[in-house]
């Protein structure tokens, strides 16, 4: 696809599209066709009762009414926008190429949403718009983008996918497992994974069952045969699962990266037991060259956009033939964690449930979020300028996961932890080899660990206990890992923290320095 010629290919939409709560679905804004695909699967037998009665929001669904000419609204509670005490909005933001702080603040482009720009055919989206209620699916303004970008670095393999706007990716997996689990189900996932997955699903009564994982990540023989020899009895009557929860770029907490063959293996384990799979992905773009030892050159940049997005392990979503992935994006790694926005792309089926029930409860994300956004994305960078970006985030993040690496490298005990560099993320995974601790045989690995990491916190380094992203807790379990994140300390102390994390683990291991 030709990411220049999208806003030529952009379809000719009604002012009304852009309208305050406004319903729209990423149908309308896929620039492509994609007729000759196959349609989706059904997923009926799957959905949740929950998720089966719902109705959606009655009174959103008369919204489809105020585009009509010379209507006069007495239905919607929309309170008029005279009453919201905004009149503009200024932004300051990097223009391509100059990232900097220094540079934006010297130089960077201004950016000026007003509060009748809609209204005055200055842009399609404005305060009066986006600060009033929307649609749980999100404006149509930012739906457009994302679908747009959805296309060109996915293109999912079926016909009737579409994208609908998230309250962020932990909100898009809470009504994910509501949408498709009961009480008393297993979901499953990576042996070590994200420990706010397993603290979302526990509330709802739902457990996770670990799949054994390498440096790529999930295994898909693992998937295959705690499936095979599913024991309900063993797992209080819990019926046999078929929802997968998987990171497969830069996976937290492992930084496992699933390389192309891997995913393609997963993903046939997926039809052979017809499973859902939920791809929560929000360090794609962080993926990186390998690491090529102290002091290596950086490597250089892609000389294209294509370039660039062939470097890229293929999503499960782009292998989707059957419309059984749901993809969880979000620009928390990329763009700001507090923009609390995101989206999803599933079969039109998926999708529709998912909106009735965010209509109901989170409804959609921020529209002042969603404003900012538009006017970054769509108005200012567009396509072309965000894939720049993102190659500088990626840049940036390889930098600062050599750094780490070449810390380990120079302050750690090598005889007592290993790694395996990360691909991808901001996460890097220490191995410690608990058994040669001198209190090995009379303390038990949680005791050990315990003693590593309060060793740690008295000589100033937090790094992250590897048993607090326990897929299941109340299983033995034989290995001893600890956590760091590169994402945020300056390069400095990332190298200080680490060498203090490895006179914790010395003192701990009587080792000599």
């Known amino acids: 696809m030709r990411i220049n010629d999208l806003h030529g290919r952009r379809k000719k939409t009604e002012k009304s599209q852009w309208g305050v709560a ?25 959905f949740s009762a929950e998720s089966a009665s719902r109705k959606g929001n009655s009174l959103k669904q008369a919204a489809k009414f105020l585009s009509k000419p010379g209507i006069i609204s007495l239905g919607g509670g929309l309170p008029s926008s005279e009453y919201f005490p905004f009149d503009s909005l200024d932004l300051t933001v990097p223009t391509v190429g100059k990232y900097s702080e220094a540079e934006v603040h010297a130089e960077g482009a201004r950016l000026h949403a007003g509060k009748h720009d809609l209204a005055q055919d200055k842009s399609i989206f404005d305060i009066a718009t986006a600060f009033n209620y929307g649609q749980g699916s999100g404006s149509a303004q930012l739906l457009r983008w994302v679908t747009e970008h959805t296309e060109i670095v996915h293109n999912p393999p079926y016909a009737d996918w579409q994208c609908t706007l998230t309250v962020g990716s932990t909100s898009a997996l809470d009504m994910a497992l509501r949408m498709f689990t009961q009480p008393g189900d297993y979901i499953l996932s990576e042996e070590y994974t994200f420990a706010t997955a397993v603290e979302t699903a526990a509330p709802l009564n739902v457990k996770v069952a670990g799949v ?7 295994l898909p023989e693992s998937l295959d045969d705690v499936l095979t020899n599913w024991d309900s009895a063993a797992r209080g009557g819990a019926r046999k699962p078929f929802l997968v929860y998987t990171v497969p770029s830069g996976q937290n907490p492992t930084g496992a990266t699933q390389g192309t063959e891997r995913r393609k293996a997963i993903y046939k384990v997926a039809q052979k037991h017809d499973l859902y799979i939920l791809e929560d992905e929000p360090y794609y773009f962080l993926q990186m060259e390998p690491y090529a030892g102290p002091g290596a050159p950086a490597p250089a940049p892609p000389a294209s956009h294509d370039e660039f997005l062939k470097t890229l392990v293929p999503s499960l979503l782009s292998m989707d033939t059957d419309g059984r992935v749901m993809r969880l994006d979000s620009f928390s790694k990329v763009v700001s964690p507090g923009s609390r926005v995101g989206w999803i792309t599933a079969s039109e089926q998926v999708v529709a449930r998912y909106k009735k029930h965010a209509d109901v409860s989170t409804q959609g994300p921020s529209g002042m979020s969603q404003l900012i956004l538009f006017k970054l ?53 220490l191995k410690i080899e608990w058994q040669k ?60 923290a680490i060498r203090r994390f490895g006179e914790a683990l010395r003192e701990s291991f009587k080792l000599q320095a």
Request: aromatic residues 14%.
């Open 212 to 218: 054994k994982m390498d440096e790529q990540g999930m």
């Open 377 to 429: 994305l769509d108005e200012h960078w567009g396509h072309p300028g965000y894939l720049e970006w993102l190659i500088h985030i990626r840049k940036e993040y390889t930098q600062r996961r050599d750094v780490i690496l070449d810390a380990c490298e120079k302050y750690l005990p090598k005889d007592v932890v290993s790694w395996k560099p990360p691909m991808a993320g901001m996460f890097h995974w």
């Open 22 to 46: 406004a319903p729209s679905t990423s149908e309308r804004f896929k620039s492509y066709g994609h007729a000759h695909k196959p349609m989706a699967k059904k997923w009926d037998h799957r």
């Open 437 to 496: 601790h001198p209190h090995a045989h009379e303390k038990s690995i949680p005791e050990l660990e315990e003693e590593i990491f309060l060793a740690s916190i008295d000589h100033g380094a937090l790094v992250m206990r590897g048993s607090w992203f326990y897929a299941e807790n109340d299983i033995a379990h034989d290995t001893m890992y600890f956590r760091a994140t590169y994402a945020a300390a300056p390069f400095d102390k990332i190298q200080e």
